[in-house]
């Protein structure tokens, strides 16, 4: 039976796209990227690498609940033959006497949760003026504003202090949320002004048609859209500042009232070397706050930063 060739237009179009798929070169780059991370062998080296990443932390957690004697007599490993845990390593750290983590537990909150909201806010609104307000010199200073992600915060740690000590804000909780909000800023407004660039203009003219001001656009019609790129910033930013040893150790030293837990793990290394029961569960106490946060909420990190975010 023979078979009867298109007659009209739109068969033909039909028939030519089903027999000649037509992909650009990369697209078929993404597909043969997704196939080769997809394989077999991708997955098994995925699963290693995550092992090998895991185990130190492991180890570390199987340490901190071991007894005194335990740990310095066997190595971790030992425990899963003659298991003994005990939480008085713990109970020593944070309420202790000669560490009371607990106290420098809550300087590092109170730290880092100021130190990731200002920075947020002031890079939201000179994002939206230097996304959706013309004025003169707009690129200019924008330029000028991505450029100081280039500068070493290392250069800038003798003139803030002097600055601080000037002011009388040295050894307070004021220095560090300044600086980190100094040295934050100028990713922050990048990263937000490119997501802010992306949503449509014409969804900005349609509110501003039907009588909106920059604040109703900036709150009701930008800032949903602009949800997991800063959920993505706020978690860099969060894991930056409760990781920080340097900004901290320059501006606020080893004051028990400002000083965050960083600081603490290091003079215990420093003058408890040896000390294995309280350094194990004094540096998890350290990590478990990150370590939590970035496992709630890694889905919106990785979409803020890969996915294109405020389109969804």
Do not use: C
Request: no cysteine; aromatic share 12%.
């Amino acid at each position: 039976m023979t078979a009867i060739p298109p007659t009209t237009l739109t068969d033909r179009t039909e028939v030519d796209t089903r027999k000649v798929p037509r992909l650009t070169r990369a697209e078929q780059r993404a597909i043969a990227a997704k196939g080769r991370l997809s394989s077999p062998w991708a997955s098994g080296i995925a699963i290693v690498l995550a092992i090998l990443w895991t185990v130190p932390t492991f180890g570390l957690l199987v340490t901190s609940i071991r007894p005194r004697s335990d740990i310095r007599t066997s190595g971790w490993w030992t425990f899963f033959a003659a298991p003994a845990a005990t939480l008085e390593n713990y109970s020593e750290v944070l309420f202790g006497s000669s560490t009371s983590f607990a106290t420098f537990f809550v300087n590092s909150l109170v730290i880092t949760l100021p130190a990731v909201v200002i920075p947020i806010s002031l890079a939201l609104l000179a994002a939206y003026a230097f996304a959706w307000i013309p004025f003169r010199g707009r690129e200019v200073l924008f330029v000028a504003v991505f450029a100081l992600q280039v500068v070493p915060i290392q250069v800038t740690l003798l003139p803030l202090l002097q600055q601080y000590v000037s002011w009388g804000l040295a050894g307070s909780f004021w220095v560090v949320w300044l600086s980190h909000s100094i040295f934050a800023l100028p990713l922050a407004i990048y990263l937000l002004h490119n997501f802010m660039k992306d949503i449509p203009s014409s969804l900005v003219e349609a509110a501003r048609v039907d009588g909106a001001g920059h604040v109703t656009v900036f709150f009701r019609v930008l800032l949903p859209l602009l949800t997991p790129a800063i959920a993505s910033f706020g978690i860099f930013q969060f894991l930056w500042v409760w990781n920080d040893l340097l900004v901290a150790l320059v501006f606020v030293g080893g004051t028990t009232d400002v000083a965050p837990l960083t600081v603490r793990i290091a003079e215990l290394a420093g003058t408890r070397g040896s000390q294995w029961h309280l350094l194990s569960a004094g540096a998890f106490v350290a990590m478990v706050v990150p370590l939590v946060v970035f496992l709630a909420l890694q889905r919106y990190f990785v979409r803020g930063l890969l996915a294109g975010s405020v389109k969804g």
